[in-house]
C-alpha cells in the first residue's frame, strides 16, 4: 500500500513537505527520517500528503519511533503556535521535545545475539534480487565494525544512497535492531576545585596576609565571592589567575585543590522530610476551594497574592487533588532563577519522587531521560522552566505559572512564543485549569482580569498576619556632593583607600547605618543592583570617548577582577586599557556601577562581613548558586549581593534588610516597559525581607524619588500602580490596550538592511492600503468607520533603527504593527511571509509577536 503524508521539518521554511509512505501509515507526531536536499533530516508527520502537481516525490527512509514523540495534544498545540507567531510548525515541534529526538546522526545500528552468531557471508536472508545482495553487504559492513555502527557514515561508505529498505529487511529477519541513541553522560567524572579553607575576616590581617600579592588576593575574593569554590580550570581560564597565584594561596594554608565529584544534581537527593501541617488561612483555604470547584470548568485564574501570602501552598493543595485524588498530571512553569532548592523543595515535600525537575543545567541525556519518564507517567508533577510547559504527560489536570510577569517566560528565537500565554491555550485544549500566580501581575494579565477573561483570585495579606516591610526612599541626590562622581573614581588594584573614592555616593549613611545594625545583631541583609560587573563603561577624561563593542552599538562593561572588557550582548572580550586608545591620555572615568564594585565598597565599609555576590559572574558553575543560596541558609554569608537573579522566590527569616543600591537602573531604557519593569522588580526584592518575626524594612535609593514606579513600590500599590501605569500607555497606544507587533530587519550589511526594511515596509503599507480601498464602504473615512472588519487593520509604525542599531555585527531596523484585529494580523503575517522576499544577500526577517523586549 502506497500513500502519501505530509512532514513538518525543522528549516525556516513556511509549509510542510510530502513524502511517499509504503506500509501503514503511522499516527501524526511521529518522527521519521527523510531525505531532504542532498541530506537526511528528522521530521515529523503531521497529517496526509497531497501529492497533487508535485514530481519525483520521495520516500521516507524510516519510521523512528513506535510511539509519536508528539501526542496529538501537543501537536494541535504546536500548530496552534505556529498559526499565532508566525513560526514554521517543524521548528515548533522541535521546541517541543529533547534535543536528542531532532539529531537525525544519532540513529545507530546494533547486532542482534543472532546476528553475531551469524555466518557473516550468509546470514540466513531469504530471497534474492537487488535487496537481498544490498542487505547482505550492509549486514558485513555492520559485522566488521564493533557496534553500534552510525546510520549516516555507514551509508557513505558504502555509497549506496539511502539503505533504510536494506536496514528493515535486516531488522525484520531478526539480525540488528535500530534505535535512536541516547547521549552519553558529560565525560568528566571528577573536576578539580579550589576551595577556601579558611576566612579571613578582619581586614587588617588580610592586608598583612596578603601584602603585595594583589592577585592572590583576587583570587581568594573571588572565592568568597562564589560561595566559597571555584573550578580550577575556571580560575584559570575566563577568570585569568595563573597556576602560581593558586599554589601561593595553597602554600598560605588558605584554599585547598581537591578532586570532586561532579556535583550530582542536588534535586535527584533523596525528597526532605514530610511537609508541615499548616492550617490554611482563610484567603488560601477561599482560593484552594474556588481553583477545585472550577477544575470541571476551567477558566485562567489570576491569583494575585502579596509577598510571602502564600501562594505556594495554594498552587499544591490545587495539584493535590489534581494528582492525588483525581489521577491526572499537572505543570508548574517558574522563572529559571526561581529554580532555587527552595521552591524544589516544598514541591518534593508534598509529591516526593513524582517530581520531575527541568532546568537548564540538565544534560541532553538527562533532559530525555526525564522527559521518558514523564511520557510514561512516571512523573505526575512537572515542575521546571519556560519549555517545561511541552512536558507530554497523561491527562493534564492544572497548569501553575508562578511569577506570570517575569520577563524570561517569553522565549527569543523562533518559535518567539510566550509560555504564559501558551499555557492558557495549553489548558484550554487540555480541559485543565491554569493559574497564574504573582505580586505584580503583568498589566496584560490584571486588564484580561478586569475585562472578566480571567477570575482574580487575591491573597491580600502574609501568612501569620505580618505585615509588608515598611518601605523609605533615600534621595541620591542629596546624598552626593559631586553628581558627577558616582561610578568614578581609578579601580587601583590595591583595592583600598584609592583617591576617588566612591564610597560615599554609593552607600548612603543611611543604608550604612541599617547595614550596620543587621550584621551587630547577627541578622542579613540583602543588596540589590541590576548592573553586573565593575562600571558599565570606560571614558577618556581628556577626548570623551567611550570604549564600544566592534560588533554591537553598545558600551564595553569593565570587570575589574579579571581586567577585561566585556560585551553583556555578544559575549567579545578584550584586555581593559590603561590608555585611552583614540588619544592616548591616561585619564580614565570608569563610570556606571556595577554589583563588582558594589561588593568592593561593601567589603571596604563593612571589614569583618560575610559577603556573597550573586550574579551571572559569579554563578559560572552548573550548581554555584546553589552553593551561594545554601550558604545564606545556614547563616554563613551576612550580606548577599546580587542582581535581579536574588529578587525572586527567595524566603529567608533572617533577612530583615534589603537595601536597593540604584532603583533608577533601567528606568530609563527605551522601551515602555520600563517603569512596570522597574515597580516589579522593587517589589519583589522588598518581599524577600519581613518574612520571619523579626521583622523586617527596605531601603531603596534612587536620583528620581518621586517617579510614580518607585512612590508605588513604597506603598506597596500594586494597583495604584497598575492603574496609572494603563493610564500612560493609551497614548500612543500600546499593549496591553492594543496587541503588537515589533518586525526586525538586520544584516551584516548596513544598506542592505536598510532595503530590506525599506521593501517590507512598503509591502505592509500597500496592502494595509489595498485592505481599506477594497472593502465595502470603499475608501472613503465614513466607509471605513462603518465597517467592522476594515476598523480591525492594524496600524504601521515606523520603520526606524532599533534602540541597539548593531547586534552580533548585524545592523537592525523594526517596525511595528499596532492594533487590529488577532484573526487580521495573523493573516497579514503569513501572507507577509509568503510573498516578501527581502534583497537577496544575508537578510534576515524576523516576526515578534507580543514582543518583551524592545531593544
Ligand atoms: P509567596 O510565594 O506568596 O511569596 P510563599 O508561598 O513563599 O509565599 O509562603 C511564604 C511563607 O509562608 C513560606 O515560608 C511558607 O512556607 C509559609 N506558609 C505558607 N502557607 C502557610 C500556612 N498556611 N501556615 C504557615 N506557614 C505558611
Ligand atoms: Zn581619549
Ligand atoms: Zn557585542
Redesign the pocket.
Known amino acids: 500500500m502506497k500513500s502519501h503524508v505530509a512532514v513538518a521539518l525543522p528549516l525556516p521554511v513556511s509549509g510542510n513537505f510530502t513524502y511517499r509512505m509504503e506500509g501503514e501509515v503511522p499516527a501524526p507526531g511521529t518522527r521519521v527520517l527523510v531525505p531532504f536536499r542532498r541530506s537526511e533530516q528528522v521530521g515529523w508527520i503531521v497529517g496526509e500528503g497531497d501529492p497533487s502537481g508535485l514530481k519525483n516525490i520521495r520516500a521516507i527512509l524510516d519510521v523512528l519511533e513506535e510511539r509519536p514523540s508528539i501526542p496529538s495534544e501537543l501537536l494541535a498545540l504546536a500548530r496552534w503556535m505556529s498559526e499565532y507567531y508566525v513560526a514554521p510548525l517543524g521548528i515548533t515541534l522541535r521546541a517541543m521535545v529533547p534535543s536528542v529526538l531532532s539529531d537525525g546522526s544519532r540513529e545507530i545500528l546494533r547486532l542482534t545475539p543472532r546476528g553475531r552468531s551469524a555466518d557473516p557471508s550468509d546470514p540466513g536472508l531469504r530471497g534474492s534480487g537487488r535487496l537481498v545482495s544490498r542487505a547482505r553487504s550492509v549486514f558485513a559492513a555492520v559485522r566488521d565494525r564493533s557496534d553500534p555502527v552510525r546510520v549516516s557514515p555507514l551509508r557513505k561508505h558504502l555509497g549506496l544512497g539511502s539503505i533504510w529498505p536494506e536496514i528493515r529487511l535486516l531488522a525484520e529477519t531478526g539480525l540488528l535492531e535500530h534505535e535512536t541513541l541516547r547521549p552519553p553522560p558529560p565525560p568528566v567524572r571528577t573536576r578539580k576545585v579550589v576551595r577556601l579553607r579558611r576566612w579571613i575576616a578582619d581586614l587588617a590581617e588580610r592586608e598583612e596576609v596578603f601584602g603585595r600579592a594583589t592577585r592572590q588576593q583576587e583570587c581568594y575574593e573571588l572565592l568568597e565571592a562564589a560561595g566559597g569554590g571555584v573550578e580550577l580550570a575556571r580560575l584559570q581560564g575566563v577568570e585569568g589567575f595563573s597556576r602560581s597565584v593558586v599554589t601561593g594561596l595553597e602554600t598560605k594554608e588558605l584554599v585547598d585543590v581537591c578532586d570532586e565529584e561532579i556535583l550530582r544534581d542536588p534535586f535527584h537527593d533523596p525528597p526532605p522530610e514530610a511537609p508541615p501541617k ?4 482563610p484567603a ?1 483555604k477561599l482560593a484552594v476551594e474556588t481553583l477545585i470547584a472550577s477544575l470541571e470548568g476551567p477558566a485562567p485564574f489570576l491569583l494575585h ?1 502579596v ?7 495554594v498552587y499544591i493543595q490545587v495539584l493535590q487533588e489534581v494528582v492525588e485524588r483525581r489521577g491526572g498530571s499537572a505543570i508548574v512553569l517558574v522563572p529559571e532563577i526561581s529554580l532555587t532548592p527552595q521552591t524544589v523543595k516544598r514541591f518534593r515535600a508534598w509529591f516526593g519522587d513524582r517530581v520531575a525537575v527541568l532546568h537548564s543545567a540538565l544534560s541532553e541525556g538527562e533532559r530525555y531521560d526525564q522527559w521518558r519518564q514523564i511520557r510514561a507517567g512516571e512523573k505526575p508533577v512537572v515542575v521546571g522552566a519556560r519549555s517545561a510547559l511541552f512536558a507530554p504527560v497523561p491527562d493534564l489536570g492544572a497548569i501553575v505559572v508562578d511569577e506570570e510577569h517575569d520577563g524570561s517566560y517569553k522565549q527569543s528565537e523562533a518559535p518567539r512564543y510566550h509560555a504564559r500565554d501558551v499555557a492558557v491555550v495549553r489548558a484550554r485544549l487540555a480541559g485543565a485549569i491554569c493559574v497564574l500566580g504573582s ?1 505584580t501581575p503583568s498589566l496584560e494579565s490584571w486588564r484580561n482580569a478586569e475585562a472578566g477573561k480571567f477570575d482574580r483570585l487575591s ?1 491580600p495579606v502574609r ?2 498576619g505580618r505585615p509588608l516591610p515598611p518601605v523609605e526612599v533615600v534621595d541620591l541626590r542629596r546624598n552626593r556632593s559631586d553628581p558627577g562622581a558616582q561610578g568614578s573614581g581609578a579601580p587601583d588594584p590595591a583595592g583600598a583607600g584609592s583617591p576617588g573614592d566612591p564610597r560615599g555616593s554609593i552607600l548612603s549613611p543611611r543604608l550604612v547605618a541599617a547595614v550596620r545594625e543587621r550584621l551587630d545583631r547577627r541578622e542579613q541583609a540583602i543588596l540589590l543592583l541590576n548592573r553586573r560587573g565593575y562600571a558599565s563603561f570606560i571614558q577618556c577624561r581628556a577626548c570623551g570617548s567611550v570604549t564600544e563593542c566592534p560588533n554591537c552599538s553598545v558600551s564595553l562593561t569593565y570587570h575589574r577582577r579579571r581586567a577585561r572588557l566585556l560585551c553583556h550582548h555578544c559575549r567579545h572580550e578584550e584586555p581593559a586599557p590603561d590608555h585611552c586608545p583614540e588619544c592616548g591620555s591616561g585619564d580614565l572615568s570608569y563610570r556606571g556601577l556595577g554589583t563588582e564594585q558594589v561588593e568592593r565598597v561593601v567589603a571596604e565599609s563593612f571589614p569583618g562581613a560575610r559577603i556573597a555576590r550573586m550574579d551571572v559572574d559569579t554563578t559560572g558553575g552548573k550548581w554555584s548558586h546553589h552553593e551561594i543560596l545554601g550558604r545564606v541558609e545556614r547563616g554563613e554569608v551576612d550580606l548577599l549581593l546580587g542582581t535581579q537573579m536574588i529578587a525572586k522566590g527567595l ?1 529567608f527569616p533572617r533577612v530583615t534588610l534589603v537595601g536597593v543600591v540604584n532603583a533608577d537602573v533601567g528606568l530609563h531604557l527605551p522601551d515602555f516597559r520600563a517603569s512596570e519593569r522597574t515597580f516589579q522588580l522593587l517589589s519583589q526584592v522588598a ?1 524577600r525581607t519581613g ?1 520571619g518575626s523579626l521583622g523586617g524594612e527596605v531601603i531603596i535609593q534612587s536620583s528620581l524619588p518621586e517617579h510614580y514606579a518607585i512612590q508605588a513600590a513604597l506603598d506597596h500599590d500594586y494597583v495604584g500602580f497598575a492603574r496609572r501605569e494603563l493610564e500612560m500607555r493609551r497614548n500612543p497606544r500600546y499593549p496591553p490596550h492594543v496587541r503588537m507587533v515589533n518586525v526586525i530587519v538586520s544584516s551584516p550589511d548596513p544598506r542592505l538592511a536598510a532595503d530590506g526594511t525599506d521593501g517590507a515596509v512598503k509591502w505592509v503599507r500597500r496592502t494595509l492600503t489595498k485592505a481599506r480601498g477594497s472593502g465595502p464602504g470603499g475608501s472613503g473615512r465614513a466607509g471605513a468607520a462603518r465597517d467592522g472588519e476594515l476598523m480591525d487593520l492594524p496600524e504601521l509604525v515606523g520603520p526606524a533603527p532599533c534602540p541597539i542599531e548593531r547586534l552580533h555585527g548585524r545592523w537592525r531596523w523594526h517596525f511595528f504593527l499596532r492594533g487590529g484585529g488577532i484573526a487580521v494580523l495573523t493573516r497579514l503575517l503569513h501572507r507577509f511571509v509568503e510573498v516578501y522576499r527581502p534583497p537577496s544577500g544575508d537578510v534576515r526577517v524576523s516576526i515578534d509577536r507580543d514582543p518583551v523586549a524592545l531593544l
Open positions: 499548616w492550617v490554611l488561612s488560601q497574592g509577598t510571602g501570602s502564600g501562594k505556594t501552598l505580586a491573597l501568612i501569620g524566603d518581599g518574612r
